[in-house]
């Protein structure tokens, strides 16, 4: 039996789910992994939520030193979130030779390379499955079950606060900002609702992903992101009207020439894909592989148990590996803009307000037509002085649609232009 000390930093929603499944599953996990688990150190300066958990409280302090010179201490679970203290303590804990297990996606997104050369000095670990969709195993298929493939692309609902908001609204008819108020009151968002919907949770989480699944660092400045903040119930009705559900997707791809594109963005999807169906809170990526074709997993992409159930598996096989394995590519934030492609390629559904009178659709059609937008498909609905349009747009880059765009609220017979949504085929 591999007898394994570890230590908690932080006691709050994930780290109880992680100490409730320790305790409970801890003869299990001996009697299947060989991995018997003793939690020697909590650091938390609640007292109360320790007490909560019916922790033994002399375990519990402030002092991280307590860890890091404790030599039968070999994984470290941080709890903390964000950048500071967390990264200087994990730095310390690599630096002591010991591995580290972390669900923090912004800190890994940011400051992987740093921790990996720590890590490479202390020969420790770094594991990080819990920083992206939760209990989800996305890490270990991308890195230890996908050998046999190239991946071509991989796209997710990897935020359940943002799908929980946007199925909402689709599902009851309600604006964003209602959505978003019951979303704070029932827990789902934060009061600082910030990170989730203007993307920046999703962005982490795709640096991450997309720099496993092409083998190379697309590191947070390489991705385009926009949230969902503007998001109006009309669009989501039109959506509809078209076959589509409108997610916020993360999105990397590589293209014809070789280039990654990585992007966050609302974007409609039609309604017989397999990301359409995942609704509430729940997360799941589809990604495609050149030989095994489509895989989509689907969970919980939050929540104490379901972060902590990844949370201990990383704990678990830290514990099993003879060797610590470090990123499958060169991990430095300085990458080459030719290796990444912001020129993305997608349809379009566009809407707009224009005043009802002759020749105004010939004269948004010319400006599509010199920019190289190509209609699809269009709806106009007129109330007899002003005309609302909706044009769905053939697949093009996103350089032609913006100047077209541009353009044409230039023209005097157009109002205004109310939205411009990515469509992924
Ligand atoms: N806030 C995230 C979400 C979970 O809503 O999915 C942690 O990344």
Known sequence: MKKIGVALLGLGT?????????????????????????????????????????????????????????????????????????????????????????????????????????????????????????????????????????????????????????????????????????????????????????????????????????????????IYREGISKVSKEDIAYGKKFGYELKLLAIAKRNAEGKIEARVHPAFIPASHPLASVKGSFNAVHIVGDNVGDIMLYGRGAGDLPTGSAIVSDIVFAAKQAKPQYAPFKNTEKVSDSGFSSNFYCNYYLRMKVKDEEGVLAKIAGVFGKNHVSINTMIQESDGENAKIIFLIHKTGEKNVKKAMQDVALLPCVESVDAVIRVEE
């Open 14 to 222: 994930v780290g109880g789910g992680t100490y409730r499944i320790l305790m409970n599953n801890h003869d299990a996990i001996a009697k299947n992994d060989g991995v018997d688990v003793e939690i020697r150190h909590i650091i938390e300066r609640d007292v109360s939520k320790a007490e909560a958990l019916g922790a033994d409280l002399s375990i519990v302090g402030t002092d991280i030193d307590k860890v890091v010179n404790d030599d039968k201490v070999s994984v470290v679970a941080e709890f903390f979130g964000g950048i500071e203290p967390a990264k200087t303590f994990l730095i310390k804990c690599l630096l002591a030779g010991k591995s580290i297990v972390t669900a923090n996606k912004e800190l890994f997104s940011k400051h992987w390379p740093e921790l990996e050369e720590a890590a490479k000095k202390g020969k420790a670990g770094l594991y990080f499955e819990a920083s992206c969709v939760g209990g989800v195993p996305i890490i270990r298929t991308l890195t230890q079950s996908m050998q046999g493939n190239n991946i071509l692309s991989l796209m997710g609902i990897v935020n359940g606060t943002t799908n929980f908001i946007l199925s909402k609204m689709a599902d009851e008819g309600l604006e964003y900002a209602d959505v978003l108020k019951e979303a704070q009151r029932l827990g789902y968002a934060e009061a600082d609702p910030t990170a989730d919907v203007e993307g920046f949770d999703s962005m982490y989480k795709l640096s991450i992903l997309s720099s496993l699944a092409f083998r190379t660092k697309v590191p947070i400045s390489k």
